[in-house]
């Protein structure tokens, strides 16, 4: 896989603000939730709608259900390759009478020619899409951007062994939990959340163990050792009433003194007619470019399962939360338009005085530095199900699905120092300090089934089907474009070989695909309007509508040896 298009070093393409670092981290979260739990972990669960707790997949039962190892004998090897499409886009348009402080020429959704006019006379519908797949690299701990097309992994190697005679089964894997990550053009409207993004989750050792306590019932667990890293570069802006007065101070007010510096003047405007390019709603105020990670993410997996016949079972399986500390470094750009208004402000007596008095710097530099971290808890995950057959050829898969979100109340940020722009985000956040930094998320726990379905058509071939509607973990007042899996459905295909008696192949195609829609001033995590309202809702009265869909293909080699 070689990277190509941008380089990470460009400053231009390196614009946002932390708060769409927050949205990111949601975001990531949100994939772990709604995008990658249990999607691309083992193919034949893929083909069964990962409905498997009470019929685990072979070695990968370490993360459907532990007690499945005990199932099986001798010496075992698992090779799994899959290559998945990832598609992502929104729409943003502008709903009746829609401005902010009396601005409407906002350049995502107006045709206009630029500087044609304060009122947009003729709008379009906005429409941001993704060029291909980002990743983000352990150690060299840098981006690489895919070409456009599906990205492949693999092989994904697993092992399992049972000495005869015993009723233990050890077992270990490398797998994919969580991997994900986009860039976009460098002119696309969708770059106030995200213009490359990179999220991995790779669980490099798995120690397991199955064991068998009688004919029918067997108990297993797993512990995982993972690396977790998160990447972003994004545009930060905030069209909001507050920055439509600063743009009518700056066009309107200050237009007369345009070219004079006047001591009296700033005296009395403080200083806030100083700058040559004034703020306004639709600017770009700053850029982002953050990197952590942990490389040392331990987790475990109980599980439970009860055969009593070959016609039915009943399964259970218990995914422990895990505590990540992410460590890394941001870099905060400003925009020229930021440092004018910030240091023409602090450079006037008055205005430095009413800088201090807020808490601001009275200089700001081009870029900020330091050192970021964060605490997360991936949420706990149970799930339980069962297998019946009610035809010997004919096997039904049911599971109940649930995760544990409302742990995820906020996200707490911690800075090694202060800066300029957190301390902007103190004026509008509660909670917010000199270096740290809350955003409220307001997440839910789910539940939600899942269906699999397999057909024997002979000894060796079986052919599989299976569907999982997938619940929202986000409130509709906290949805975003950047985290565009809210309720989803996943389809999927499948079959499987028996080559020889010690061999198999499996197939699957999978596709996920989630739609929604966030009106106008409905969600404070994308478009609401109000002057409190700056972090973050960078498309602040629009209307937003999002699709993903998530196509996957998926092979697999077992064999004993």
Known sequence: MVGQGRTTSTPLRRRGWRWALIALLAWAGGSQAQLATNI??????????????????????????????????????????LAVDLSLSSQFSAPPDYNVFGFSDDPVVCADAPGTGDRC????????????????????????????????????????IRPEGSKFTFATATYLPM?????????????????RVALNRLTYLSPSVGYQVTDTLSIGASVGFSYQAVGLETDFRAPNDLLGFARIVSESICAP?????????????????????????????ASLDV???????????????????????????????????????????????TRETINGIGSSPTGAIALAVLGVPNYVGLQD??????????????????????????QFNMDAVWTDYSTWDAFNFEFDSSNAALALARLFTPGATSDTLSYPLNFRSTWNLA??????????????????????????????????????????????YRWSEDTEFDFAFA???????????????????????????????????????????????????
């Open 40 to 81: 691309g972990v083992d193919v034949r669960a893929m083909s069964m709608g990962n409905a498997v707790t009470a019929d685990p997949p072979g070695i990968m039962s370490i993360h459907f259900n532990p007690a499945g190892l005990a199932r099986l004998d001798g010496r075992r090897m698992d090779l799994q390759f």
């Open 451 to 496: 269906f699999g379905a397999e057909f024997t058509v002979n000894d060796r071939l079986k052919l599989r089907a299976g569907f999982e509607p997938r619940a929202s973990a986000i409130p509709n007042n906290r949805r975003m474009p950047m985290v565009p899996i809210n309720e989803a459905r996943y389809y999927s295909v499948g079959l499987g």
């Open 121 to 160: 006379q003729n709008f379009r519908t906005g429409k941001s899409g993704i060029e291909g797949v980002s990743l983000y690299l352990p150690f060299v701990n840098d981006f690489v951007n895919l070409p456009p097309g599906p990205l492949a992994a693999g092989p994904v190697p697993s092992f399992s």
């Open 511 to 561: 596709m996920l695909e989630s739609r929604d829609h966030v009106p106008a001033n409905s969600s404070c995590s994308a478009n609401c309007t109000g002057i409190n309202n700056m972090v973050y809702n960078p498309y602040a009265g629009l209307d937003i509508k999002t699709k993903a869909t998530i196509n996957m293909f998926g092979f697999a080699y077992r064999t004993r040896f």
């Open 257 to 285: 003194f345009a070219g004079e510096s006047n001591f009296a003047l700033d005296i009395i405007l403080f200083g806030i007619c100083r700058p040559n390019e004034g703020l306004g709603p639709f600017k770009s105020l």
């Open 291 to 337: 990197t952590m990670d942990d490389r040392f993410s331990p987790s475990y997996n109980l599980g439970i399962l009860w055969e009593p016949n070959d016609r039915f079972a009943w399964g259970a399986v218990w995914h422990s939360p895990t505590k990540v500390r992410m460590r890394g470094r941001y870099n905060i750009a400003y925009s020229n338009a």
């Open 369 to 394: 530095t330091g050192i970021i971290n964060m605490d997360i808890t991936m949420p706990a995950h149970f799930q339980t199900g069962i297998k019946v057959k009610p035809h010997e050829r004919l």
């Open 179 to 195: 991997v994900a990550g986009f860039y976009r053009d460098k002119n696309d409207p969708g770059n106030f959340m995200g213009s």
